[in-house]
């Protein structure tokens, strides 16, 4: 029983922590602490005012102490569960929640953080039905109806969602948070002028709003304004300085615009921010973090070949430096990294490695050894089918299974083996739909699962529960996510291929589907996986009435030999700029038409570049280069009947740019090399019988394109060539028998395997 004095002492404390004066609160609070450690209320409430400042390490141990001792004091829960969700330990917030609800059923702010944990455990469909309980009790409970939108957004139910949001902004126009989780949900649409509106509505109610600043960010960045995104990330972050997403989304649009220190150092003030600093490796989980994230800042395009060189070096330590950090945290063991290294993880895919044309069998496995101990990857097998079917579960996971080049092969490849043999299961980590997402949903059942750090284990589990006899990663390297989903096993057999023509590094990618004219005989060295040759291209392409393209007006000059370089900039290497002079000394009238680089920095590399390889040679760029635009698919098809002769970029040669070419009878010069990446167009040509446009070495590549720019009647004659012959390369069952029968082989072993441990 406390005593008068101290009855009066707490009062006065209260008073005080009431009015705002926390200073004076917080003294009284820890006298009473000192004088009597079990006084409850000046536990609760000094852990109350160290969570106000952000101290929540110490406010959840006064807390719970305070709540030990007075075990059904339902405020005390309220406050506890609240501070667990602000430190984001959102199941621990669930469980105190459900143990209040026990006291008080009725308790709305109990069940509306439930709702709030649920929404961040990605548990939808249960969030749901706590916010629905809430507003039965409270149809005008403010911070319920603009939640529950963000839930429905999650669920793709924009629709639902939006509505949500209006509701609590017909109770209240003056609810900013409404505005800013409308535009939210405007720009998740890609309704961008609408987001812009809402964020300013919510900016015009709470100027200093740094959740808005940062959507604002996000639109403009959607919309190509980097320097806008940029300063309005800015403001978000003087407005809030510990707003994590800010920091994160700065780093990346940093990253994304060659801006790689600012882009490294913003990640480095998210990872001291969401590190835990009670952590005993602090100092090695933010090293760990770093250098994770600086695998990605990497340029997409090189200004000379020394810079190749050092940037590889520079790799190359990073990962000595990931290696380094992990022993240090784990002592080379799996480690139980907190989620601020995770985020790293999710954050890079080391696409741009590649592009430096090198043999990455090393890097890419010592990545993989690395995300698999952060990753804690169990290796389990997965459950055997006990009722097996006679048709072979056939899964394909990607995040790119739209109208990209990385899922095209992939749906013309599925799409042709004998339906009544498989079963299709499509996992689309992504929400946008568009004519070829439109096709995977016909193939079979069709999945939309999330593969965020928050979610990735779920969706996993999902796809574990499928049963599957086979899993294909279509594109591992395009994203973070086919990255991370690449360490894990789900099926017995899990294969990729042409999607990113690299090998993967992880030890749970069992095959490398590739062809027989697109390696050489010790291919199999730059591989982790077992490397299948498939017959001729490895591909089935349906026929060129896919690439048909569509008229558009080019700013080109008339009367000229028109070369087209329509390559991502990413896969020209600056060793080979001395080809275009060559060329240019030889057919005065050519023009070599490029198209501008994405990211945006890229084309003044190169355009810095050809005009130092120009002026080698005594020539001027500015008379024989042209750059265009970007363009949409349909215009870029139809680019190939404007120009005269497409040179294949050397190292890393077309794939569907040479299909668009020949679909156009367009000559295509190409020079293979070693690795599978610069031997996609040799393949195309070998196929189809037109040999004379494969150079042996650089001096021939050069000379077969001069002599198709200065003779036209050569020209015409391998164009007639391509248009006679191109029907080789569309539609080769041979391609698909031999994919088929690789499939059914591995499932009979597979079902040998499942007859003997029956």
């Given at each position: 029983?406390?005593?008068?004095?101290e009855?009066?002492k707490l009062q006065?404390?209260?008073s005080?922590h009431?009015n705002?004066?926390i200073?004076?609160?917080?003294?009284l609070?820890?006298?009473?602490?000192?004088?009597?450690?079990?006084?409850?209320?000046?536990?609760?409430?000094?852990?109350?005012?160290?969570?106000?400042?952000?101290?929540?390490?110490?406010?959840?141990?006064?807390?719970?102490n305070?709540l030990?001792?007075?075990?059904?004091n339902?405020q005390?829960i309220?406050n506890?569960?609240?501070i667990?969700?602000q430190?984001?330990?959102?199941k621990?917030a669930?469980?105190i929640?459900?143990?209040g609800?026990q006291?008080?059923?009725?308790n709305?702010?109990l069940?509306?953080v439930?709702a709030v944990?649920l929404?961040?455990?990605n548990?939808?469909?249960d969030?749901?039905v706590?916010?629905d309980?809430?507003?039965?009790q409270?149809?005008?409970?403010?911070?319920?109806l603009?939640e529950?939108?963000?839930a429905?957004?999650?669920?793709?139910?924009y629709?639902a969602?939006?509505?949500?949001?209006?509701k609590?902004l017909?109770?209240?126009p003056?609810?900013?948070?409404?505005?800013?989780?409308k535009?939210?949900?405007?720009?998740d649409?890609?309704?961008?002028a609408?987001?812009?509106?809402?964020y300013?509505?919510?900016l015009?109610?709470?100027p200093?709003?740094?959740?808005?600043w940062?959507g604002?960010g996000?639109v403009?960045?959607?919309?190509?304004?980097?320097d806008q995104?940029?300063?309005?990330?800015?403001k978000?972050?003087a407005a809030n300085?510990s707003?994590?997403?800010a920091w994160?989304?700065r780093?990346n649009l940093?990253?994304?615009?060659?801006?790689?220190?600012?882009a490294i150092?913003?990640?480095?003030?998210l990872?001291?921010?969401?590190?835990?600093?009670?952590?005993?490796k602090?100092?090695?989980?933010?090293?760990?973090?770093?250098?994770?994230?600086?695998?990605d800042?990497?340029?997409?395009?090189?200004?000379?070949?020394a810079e190749?060189?050092?940037c590889r070096?520079r790799?190359?330590?990073?990962?000595e430096?990931?290696?380094?950090e992990?022993?240090a945290i784990g002592?080379?063991a799996?480690?139980?990294c907190p989620?601020?290294?995770?985020?790293?993880v999710?954050?890079?895919h080391?696409?741009?490695?590649?592009y430096?044309q090198?043999?990455d069998?090393q890097?890419?496995?010592?990545y993989?050894?690395?995300l698999?101990?952060?990753?804690q990857?169990d290796d389990?097998?997965?459950m055997?089918?006990?009722?097996?079917?006679?048709?072979i579960r056939?899964g394909?996971?990607?995040e790119l299974?739209?109208d990209?080049?990385?899922?095209?092969?992939?749906?013309?490849?599925l799409?042709n083996?004998?339906k009544?043999?498989?079963e299709?299961?499509?996992?689309a980590?992504?929400?946008g739909v568009?004519?070829?997402?439109?096709?995977?949903?016909?193939?079979?059942?069709?999945k939309r699962?999330?593969?965020?750090?928050?979610s990735?284990k779920?969706?996993?589990?999902?796809m574990?529960?499928?049963?599957?006899d086979?899993?294909m990663?279509?594109?591992?390297?395009?994203?973070?996510?086919s990255?991370?989903?690449?360490q894990?096993?789900?099926a017995?057999v899990?294969?990729?291929?042409w999607?990113h023509?690299?090998?993967?590094g992880?030890?749970?990618i069992?095959y490398f589907?590739?062809?027989?004219?697109?390696?050489?005989p010790d291919?199999?060295?730059?591989?982790?996986?077992?490397?299948i040759r498939?017959p001729n291209t490895?591909r089935f392409i349906?026929?060129d009435?896919?690439a048909?393209g569509e008229s558009?007006t080019f700013d080109l000059?008339?009367?000229r030999?028109l070369?087209g370089?329509?390559?991502?900039m990413y896969?020209?290497?600056p060793q080979?700029d001395f080809v275009?002079?060559?060329i240019?000394k030889?057919v005065?009238?050519?023009?070599?038409?490029f198209i501008?680089?994405?990211?945006?920095?890229?084309?003044?590399i190169?355009?810095k570049?050809?005009a130092?390889?120009?002026?080698?040679?005594g020539?001027s760029?500015?008379?024989?280069?042209r750059f265009?635009p970007?363009?949409?698919?349909?215009?870029?098809?139809g680019?190939?009947?404007a120009?005269d002769?497409?040179i294949d970029?050397?190292g890393?040669?077309g794939?569907?740019t040479?299909?668009?070419?020949i679909?156009?009878?367009c000559?295509v010069?190409t020079?293979?090399?070693?690795?599978?990446?610069?031997?996609?167009?040799?393949a195309?040509?070998?196929?189809m019988g037109v040999?004379e446009?494969i150079?042996?070495s650089a001096?021939d590549?050069?000379?077969?394109?001069?002599e198709?720019g200065?003779?036209?009647s050569?020209r015409?004659a391998?164009?007639?060539?391509?248009?006679?012959?191109?029907?080789?390369l569309?539609r080769?069952?041979?391609?698909?028998e031999?994919?088929?029968a690789?499939l059914k082989?591995?499932?009979?072993?597979?079902s040998?395997?499942s007859l003997?441990?029956?």
């Amino acid at each position: 029983m406390a005593s008068a004095d101290e009855q009066q002492k707490l009062q006065t404390a209260l008073s005080h922590h009431q009015n705002g004066n926390i200073n004076e609160a917080a003294k009284l609070y820890r006298e009473l602490i000192a004088a009597n450690s079990r006084n409850s209320y000046a536990l609760h409430f000094l852990g109350v005012i160290e969570a106000g400042v952000g101290h929540f390490d110490e406010a959840k141990s006064l807390i719970a102490n305070s709540l030990s001792l007075q075990p059904g004091n339902v405020q005390f829960i309220e406050n506890y569960a609240s501070i667990l969700f602000q430190i984001g330990d959102y199941k621990t917030a669930l469980q105190i929640c459900e143990q209040g609800r026990q006291i008080d059923q009725s308790n709305v702010t109990l069940s509306y953080v439930s709702a709030v944990a649920l929404l961040k455990l990605n548990r939808l469909q249960d969030a749901l039905v706590q916010f629905d309980r809430v507003l039965s009790q409270q149809p005008n409970h403010l911070a319920a109806l603009n939640e529950r939108g963000s839930a429905l957004a999650e669920l793709k139910q924009y629709d639902a969602a939006i509505a949500s949001v209006e509701k609590a902004l017909a109770v209240n126009p003056h609810y900013a948070e409404a505005h800013l989780n409308k535009g939210n949900l405007y720009l998740d649409l890609t309704r961008t002028a609408e987001a812009i509106v809402c964020y300013e509505k919510a900016l015009a109610l709470k100027p200093d709003l740094a959740e808005a600043w940062l959507g604002m960010g996000n639109v403009f960045r959607a919309i190509k304004q980097n320097d806008q995104a940029l300063a309005a990330y800015d403001k978000a972050l003087a407005a809030n300085p510990s707003l994590a997403q800010a920091w994160f989304s700065r780093s990346n649009l940093c990253k994304a615009i060659g801006r790689f220190d600012e882009a490294i150092d913003s990640f480095d003030r998210l990872l001291k921010l969401t590190t835990p600093k009670d952590h005993d490796k602090y100092d090695n989980v933010i090293a760990l973090g770093r250098s994770i994230f600086s695998l990605d800042c990497i340029q997409a395009i090189y200004g000379d070949e020394a810079e190749i060189e050092q940037c590889r070096m520079r790799i190359t330590g990073t990962m000595e430096a990931i290696n380094r950090e992990l022993n240090a945290i784990g002592n080379g063991a799996a480690v139980a990294c907190p989620q601020s290294v995770l985020e790293a993880v999710f954050q890079t895919h080391g696409f741009h490695i590649a592009y430096q044309q090198d043999d990455d069998r090393q890097l890419m496995r010592s990545y993989s050894q690395a995300l698999r101990k952060i990753l804690q990857v169990d290796d389990r097998a997965p459950m055997p089918r006990t009722k097996r079917s006679d048709k072979i579960r056939l899964g394909i996971a990607s995040e790119l299974l739209k109208d990209h080049p990385g899922a095209r092969y992939a749906y013309e490849w599925l799409s042709n083996l004998p339906k009544d043999d498989y079963e299709f299961f499509i996992y689309a980590f992504h929400g946008g739909v568009d004519g070829l997402t439109r096709k995977f949903e016909t193939l079979g059942t069709f999945k939309r699962l999330p593969f965020t750090l928050a979610s990735f284990k779920y969706s996993i589990d999902v796809m574990r529960a499928d049963g599957l006899d086979f899993l294909m990663l279509p594109d591992v390297g395009m994203s973070a996510s086919s990255r991370v989903l690449s360490q894990y096993r789900i099926a017995p057999v899990q294969f990729t291929s042409w999607g990113h023509p690299v090998t993967t590094g992880s030890p749970n990618i069992d095959y490398f589907l590739s062809s027989d004219l697109v390696e050489l005989p010790d291919s199999d060295k730059h591989y982790t996986e077992r490397l299948i040759r498939l017959p001729n291209t490895s591909r089935f392409i349906e026929s060129d009435d896919s690439a048909a393209g569509e008229s558009a007006t080019f700013d080109l000059p008339s009367g000229r030999v028109l070369y087209g370089c329509l390559q991502s900039m990413y896969k020209l290497l600056p060793q080979y700029d001395f080809v275009y002079p060559k060329i240019a000394k030889r057919v005065p009238d050519a023009c070599f038409v490029f198209i501008e680089g994405d990211p945006s920095y890229a084309t003044a590399i190169l355009k810095k570049r050809l005009a130092r390889a120009f002026e080698q040679e005594g020539l001027s760029a500015d008379r024989y280069v042209r750059f265009l635009p970007r363009m949409t698919a349909k215009q870029y098809a139809g680019l190939f009947s404007a120009i005269d002769v497409n040179i294949d970029s050397i190292g890393w040669s077309g794939g569907y740019t040479t299909i668009e070419s020949i679909a156009a009878d367009c000559p295509v010069v190409t020079l293979p090399t070693e690795y599978m990446r610069g031997r996609h167009s040799y393949a195309m040509l070998k196929v189809m019988g037109v040999d004379e446009l494969i150079a042996m070495s650089a001096p021939d590549f050069i000379d077969k394109l001069a002599e198709l720019g200065a003779e036209p009647s050569r020209r015409l004659a391998v164009k007639k060539k391509i248009a006679q012959r191109k029907h080789k390369l569309y539609r080769d069952r041979a391609v698909i028998e031999a994919l088929d029968a690789f499939l059914k082989n591995e499932f009979s072993k597979i079902s040998s395997s499942s007859l003997d441990t029956a």
